[in-house]
């Protein structure tokens, strides 16, 4: 029996949890997933408020990678999965709105929002999910070559024949720094995987009592000079916001994103709502019924890692992954990425 533990149940982990179970028998291999939220699928957010659902991270998945897109097409099953068809539009730093620049020929996500995937994915796994469990240290015993997790509240987890570290790489490179493990090239690692930038994103959702007539699902700022980056109205999937209601999601972008990330929430929602019913040009914005909001400090990766230490690590049975690991902060790339480390760990499992 091959024992596996999980850092994290986003999309990337799933993936590989999925990706494990095809290859490998589920009398050979026993998978362990330690998420420290009470959800799965990480940054591909979804919450529920009375009739409405919606997705208050990543928007959709696009149809960017044939794996990806064969897995959501095919090997998952079609049940839930939805298209947005309403385009993208751009706006300017003046407010200008224009038509056009939609490249995403598919954007799906599920009529149970985004995070339906790894919803999916991890029911095709025998894999035991422990939630609000926040992973704090990594160890390395040498002389039975397997790795134990300790959690926040000291219980601990192992021993693992290999670990899946799946967290945003300045989560990922905070747990390598503190683990227990003499490796020579630990502190390689560490500095490769701290290395990693990101773009912070503070995200505001509006709900109104009407329903709202635009000819586009979602506006982008194109040359990034607006303190918004992206406006998106989830009532363009289908399931997610009742017939006469809207709700829009306002993603600040990364400038003002830090500048005002522990400020007050209200203060916030009420600037994001001014500066968006300026833009849509319609004063009832203003005053939504209800509001919700959520801070990404680590929301996007803005370029990959080195790949080497990342490569050392995983002979050692200790595997990166995520969106950061594949270079491009996107779901599709954190299912590929998920995908392909998993065939790797179950090409190890004897
Ligand atoms: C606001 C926003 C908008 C986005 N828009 C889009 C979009 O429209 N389209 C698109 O394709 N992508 C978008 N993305 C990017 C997309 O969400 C990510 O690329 C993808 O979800 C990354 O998946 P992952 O599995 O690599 O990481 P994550 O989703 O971050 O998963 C990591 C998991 O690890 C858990 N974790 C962290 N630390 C610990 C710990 N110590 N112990 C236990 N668990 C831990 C986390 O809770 C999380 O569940 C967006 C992201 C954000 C934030």
Redesign the pocket.
């Known amino acids: 029996m091959t024992r596996i533990g999980i ?9 590989a949890a999925y990706a494990i179970e095809r290859r490998v028998e589920d009398a050979i291999a026993e998978i362990t997933v ?4 009470g ?7 979804t919450r529920r408020r009375d009739e409405v659902t919606y ?8 149809d ?1 990678d044939e794996r990806v897109t064969e897995l959501l097409t095919e090997r998952l099953g079609t049940d839930g999965l939805v298209d947005i068809v309403e385009p993208i539009w751009t706006f300017d730093s003046d407010g200008a709105v224009s038509e056009g620049r939609d490249a995403d020929e598919h ?1 799906w996500t599920y009529e149970d929002g ?1 995070s339906g995937i ?1 919803t999916r994915l991890f029911a095709h796994t025998d894999a035991t999910i422990r939630f609000e ?4 240290t990594i160890r390395r015993d040498e002389s039975a070559e397997v790795w134990r997790l300790e ?2 509240d000291g219980d601990r987890w192992g021993p693992f024949d290999a670990i899946l570290v ?3 790489a300045p ?2 490179a ?2 390598l720094r503190a683990a227990e493990w003499d490796a020579a090239n630990r502190s390689a690692l560490v500095n490769a995987v701290d290395a990693v930038p990101y773009r912070t ?1 503070w ?1 505001g959702v509006f709900h109104y009592p009407f329903e709202l007539e635009r000819p586009y699902y979602a506006l982008v700022n194109t040359d990034k000079a607006h303190e918004i980056g ?1 406006i998106a109205r989830e009532e363009c999937k289908p399931g997610h916001v009742p017939d006469g209601e809207s709700l829009v999601i306002v ?1 600040a972008n990364h400038g003002w994103s830090v500048d005002h990330f522990d400020d007050d929430p209200s203060t916030n929602l009420e600037h994001l709502a001014r500066l968006t019913a300026e833009l849509l040009d319609d004063e009832r914005l203003l005053e939504p019924d209800w509001t919700d909001y ?1 801070g ?1 400090r ?4 803005e370029a990959g890692v080195d790949r080497d230490p990342i490569r050392g690590a995983a002979s050692a049975g200790l595997y990166c ?6 270079g ?8 590929r ?2 995908l392909e480390t998993g065939e790797r760990v179950a090409e190890t499992v004897p």
């Open positions: 850092v994290g149940a986003g999309a990337a982990a799933a993936a330690l998420e420290k939220s959800g799965v699928c990480g940054r591909a957010a997705d208050y991270g990543a928007n959709y998945v696009k960017d954007k985004l790894a469990t926040r992973v704090e959690d926040a799946t967290p945003p989560q990922t905070s747990l994103i995200t992206w993603q959520q990404w680590y929301a996007l990766p992954l995520g969106d950061w690991v594949a491009e902060g996107r779901l599709h790339a954190a299912l990425n998920g």
